[in-house]
């Protein structure tokens, strides 16, 4: 029954964002701030999830983020749609497979939105979106918002990293913000109460000393990271809900 009532609430309002977002767009299409703006009203949604939700910024990251960055957030399922999207800053798109495009509503608000559509499955398109992203990063002072496991890890904890924001940061020649959210596998639309979601922003990683040739040990030290941060928010997740 409280599944029911939750979606009850939830699709109609998913989509009034939706909605509401595009004719939003459609007055200032591709905006800098299109995405924040959207994603803050996404994340608004999530008490209809039953869960608290609390960002934790670094000191550094907010005086430090007058610069372009490369935002590596952990991708757990369609629930970051209200959850991790709190934590979008300011002057930040995503990249997105273009089929996204094509979901109704949503789609159409994605790319309303300035949010940079790329085709997964042809390899020189990809490295070609990384030149486009670089140039988008250099000339209009943007920062991007990626996650660098590909796909929704479901549950399978923090999947491996693939290059493409490593390479992205590396060549713009600006530094990774990791993103982590605990754990939200466990969250079940049928529980009234499903406790403390804590989102960490952590401290800016400068790139300036790594090359496109060493991006695996780059990725590999932000994993590293990313792991250890998303255990410790768990534990906390796990005191805060005793």
Known sequence: MIAFVRLLLLIPLFF?????GSIFCIFRPFHRNN???????LSVLHPLLGIKL???RNDKVASDYKLPTVFIANHQNTYDLFTISAAVMDSTVSIGKKSIRWIPFFGQLYWLSGNILIDRNNKSSAKATIDQVTARIGND????WMFPEGTRSNGQGLLPFKLGAFNTAIQAGVPIIPVVMSTTTDLKLNRLNNGHVLIEVLEPINTDEYQLSNAKELAAHCHQLMLAKAQELDKK???LNK
């Open 237 to 239: 997740v796990n005191d």
């Open 16 to 20: 009034l964002v939706c909605i509401g």
């Open 35 to 41: 995405t924040k703006t959207v994603a803050h009203c």
């Open 54 to 56: 609390q960002i934790i």
């Open 141 to 144: 002072n943007l920062s991007i």
